[in-house]
């Protein structure tokens, strides 16, 4: 990946987690649907970066995000996991022939069904590892599975709705 790319990328992540703390940052369906529009950022980088870079740069964004929402590290665990679990799974659901290195995973790229398995059980493991040390100690399993269900399905609806709205799509023969 080159310098212009990497910085492209930079300033998608930077958009969306600024999207996140200015307009997300309050925005609660019946108190249990969370929108972390923020791990799109993470979750469509290319294939072919380096999981040190990738949880770094994760890292970086939840500890952003920790300034703002004032949660103590719990986004920046939570993006840190993410970004090391997103390695393993791509290798988990890789196709026979493997990937193209320049690839991003995104929807535009891979197909409605690939990005849905790709990312759900992503944002999902990061609902739960935030709630989880949201909840730790005074709340219940339940709680934490009600918030991570909810708020994976209403971020996964948000990513995919934003990447079908802004996102510029391959011009399909």
Known sequence: ????????????????????????????LFGVAFAFVHLLGILILPISMRPVTLIFIAFLLGLVLDLFYETIGMHAAAATFLAFARSLWLRAISPTGGYVETE????????????????LPLIFGYS??????????????????????????????????????FFKRRRRI
């Open 128 to 165: 739960m590892v935030f709630f989880t040390a949201d909840q730790w100690g005074t709340g219940g399993l339940w709680t934490i599975l009600n918030k991570s269900f909810f708020s994976s399905i209403f971020t996964c609806l948000l990513v995919i709705l934003v990447q079908l709205l």
């Open 104 to 119: 991003e995973p995104s929807l535009s790229e891979m197909g409605f069904g690939w990005f849905l398995s790709y990312s």
């Open 1 to 28: 990946m080159n310098i212009r790319n990497l910085i492209s990328y930079l300033v998608l992540i930077l958009f969306l987690g600024l999207v996140q703390i200015f307009f997300l940052k309050n925005l609660a």
